[in-house]
Every structure is written in structure tokens, then in C-alpha cells.
């Protein structure tokens, strides 16, 4: 398990490139699973399984759910869209969406 604590010069000048950057050499070297506070969970693709987003997030995001034969479905959903995020958190495929 890999833990950043993320402090204050983040916000500044290009500190989220640097944290991007380390997280993902890491991912690529060891694989497995991510975890972000007020985001959720994301599978070894790096799509999001677990929604932890507040009510006000929206934008396009990478998302995954399981199918009948326990196989990732990847797509992008606007998660200010209700509809989308009701589908997924139903677990099922939101209407009108890209799959990846």
C-alpha cells in the first residue's frame, strides 16, 4: 500500500502534475487498486467502481461496472447528469453513455 498525504503547496503552481506523475509511475510498476478521499474507488484500469463524490461534482469521468459475467464495462459518464449517476449507483449501464 502506497499512502500520499497530500499538503498545501498541492494547490499551487503545478503541484497536482507532480502528484499525478509519481501515482502513476507507481501504478504502472505495481498495478493494483486506487483509492482517493471525495472520489471513490477505481478498478486496476483505472476506472472508478465506488462513487465518494459529493452531491455538486459534475463533469465527465472514467467509470466501470460489473456485467453478468463479472467483466468490467468501462464508459464515460457526466456526473452531474442524475440519470447516470442513478444507473450507476444501481450498478447498471447509464443510458447514453460512451463506453472505453
Known sequence: MYAFQLLGGTDGKDGWDAVHAL??????????????DLEGFSNEQGHHILWQF????????????LDSNGKWVAFTMEL?????RRAFLDGRLPTGVLRN
Open 23 to 36: 501515482r502513476s509511475y507507481i501504478w504502472k510498476q505495481v498495478g493494483g487498486i486506487s483509492q482517493a
Open 54 to 65: 459529493n452531491e455538486t461534482v459534475n463533469g465527465e469521468w472514467d467509470m466501470a461496472v
Open 80 to 84: 452531474g447528469n442524475p440519470d447516470h
